[in-house]
């Protein structure tokens, strides 16, 4: 389960957005706390845009690196720094941080997502490739020469809609394949959030949650913090799993234990039919 502390948002989102490195450092260490396994942050300016600049890197991961144990990654969105040439220098000079992140996304349909990813490679920071839905993402990744040296691929459901969100997945999913064979981590946003991540449990799939992707737990109440996001959904995505287990266990022979590849590709089977899920 990882933990999605900031995102875009800004103040104007809540008092609870973390946006200083020690505000991301205490919201880190509490949804750790709260059953959180690895981390992805926006580090900001002093006055809270995302930003590439190193000297934040350095100040964010260290406040954040000193107060949690698990693997931290970045962002490399392209809102961060639009000139792919500057972007991709500014990425470059991650290289002389005394601790570079664990890893970064890419979003691998942004105007010179490769050449980020490849340099992101060469200095030994894992890549997660960001792909979206309502993007050529999916079919630059299959045909991408780097696809099967990523850590894993995020597949992000831009779809804000919680009816739709969960068919937007499936399909997001069938265009990924087999993915190189690359580990995938299934997440939504808004009012996608929670259906999505309920999805990403019956596929027996990681997922993430934060106050980047939503601003409200399942029943519609406003999320107090990211803590009380994770505690949720490691709820809501355990239960989700066990009963497709126990849905596949049922219905599997001499009482074989399905696989989440299995409960994958039945998934992927079923989707043309409608989904009559309560999400
Ligand atoms: C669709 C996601 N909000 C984008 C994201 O989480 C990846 C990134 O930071 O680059």
Same mark, same amino acid.
């Given at each position: 389960m990882q933990v999605c502390l900031n995102g875009t948002r800004s103040a104007a989102d809540g008092a609870g957005i973390p946006l200083s490195p020690e505000a991301m450092a205490e919201s880190a260490a509490e949804a750790v706390a709260a059953g959180a396994t690895d981390l992805h942050v926006h580090p900001k300016t002093p006055c809270g845009r995302d930003t590439l600049s190193p000297r934040v890197l350095a100040r964010t991961l260290e406040a954040i690196r000193a107060r949690v144990p698990v693997p931290v990654g970045v962002t490399t969105g392209a809102w961060a720094e639009p000139d792919p040439a500057v972007r991709l220098e500014r990425v470059r +000079?991650?290289?002389?941080?005394p601790e570079p992140p664990d890893h970064a996304s890419v979003n691998w349909h942004e105007p010179g997502a490769e050449d980020v990813a490849a340099a992101l490679m060469e200095m030994g920071v894992r890549v997660e490739a960001g792909v979206w839905t309502g993007t050529d993402g999916a079919a630059r990744f299959s045909a991408s020469a780097l696809a099967p040296g990523v850590?894993?691929?995020?597949?992000?459901?831009?779809?804000?809609e919680p009816a739709s969100a969960q068919r937007s997945a499936l399909a997001l999913l069938s265009e990924l394949g +087999?993915?190189?064979g690359r580990p995938v981590l299934l997440h939504g946003e808004e009012g996608g959030a929670w259906p999505v991540l309920r999805l990403a449990g019956r596929l027996g799939l990681a997922t993430r949650v934060g106050l980047e992707d939503t601003l409200f737990l399942p029943d519609g109440r406003a999320a107090g913090s990211n803590a009380q996001l994770v505690a949720e959904a490691v709820g809501v995505h355990g239960r989700a799993r066990r009963v497709a287990q126990d849905q596949s266990g049922r219905i599997a022979p001499h009482g074989a234990r399905p696989t989440a590849a299995d409960s994958r590709r039945r998934a992927l089977r079923g989707r043309r039919r409608p989904d009559r899920s309560s999400g």
């Open positions: +000079s991650w290289a002389g941080l850590f894993r691929v995020l597949a992000e459901v831009t779809d804000p +087999s993915a190189h």
